[in-house]
């Protein structure tokens, strides 16, 4: 009884002494892989760091630009992207507003899309297809946390789905919503002022206008920014993309 006892604690121990330096093994791959995935880590952030620093100086360039052919204050404006597109934009102008001496003259950033029509070539205008997309709450608020308040405005299209709740997801951080890039009936731009849409961007350029669908010639945002005395207009009064007789009308109607 007792030899075979012997054999069996001399197993046991045997197992113990495997199991044991199986686990010392498995700690030892975990803790490689941890310092790995720490080594990778960091240097995804130095290159990320290095990124936004180069991307900030582009920021710099171009404020510095601007300022010496009279520009006093800008807003540096991202057109329709990925979201890991725009993320860069952002973290490369906080960049800009912690390094540059010029950071007042820039306050913050304007985001021109993604949420889009693309009804029409003259409602995408020069926005990529591949980008524009339909409102989506989840990463316009993590956008919004990704800025440190820097966002002054965002621009959607009033007639696309969830465009009303963009508006309301803009007023906690007082971001401006702004309309543009729409192909909206007046019905749909005056419902989406009363949502909380302010401001329409580029105003006659990528906006619907008054035209003949089927046998009724209807409005569209123009007309109704016009009769809306509380909305704001943007105008690109370059000598190219309005008419002189435009910029006339415009500023005696508003």
Known sequence: FIPFMLIILHEAVKFFNLFRRYKKEQMEEMQAEKEQLEA???????????????????????????????TTTLIPTAMTASEEALGKFILAFLEFKRSSPLAANAPGIHLEGPYFSAASKSSKGAQSSDFIRDVDVDEIERLIKLSHESILRWDAAPEIPGAHKFAEVMKKPGIIAAAAHTDSLAEEAEAAFNAGFSHVTHFYNACSAYRKREQTVTAGIVEAAYLDDSVSLELIADGKHLHDWLLKLITKLK
């Open 40 to 70: 990778e880590r960091a240097e995804n952030a130095a290159e990320r760091a290095e990124d936004a620093a180069d991307r900030a100086e582009a920021f710099h360039t171009a404020t510095e630009a601007h300022l010496k052919r009279g």
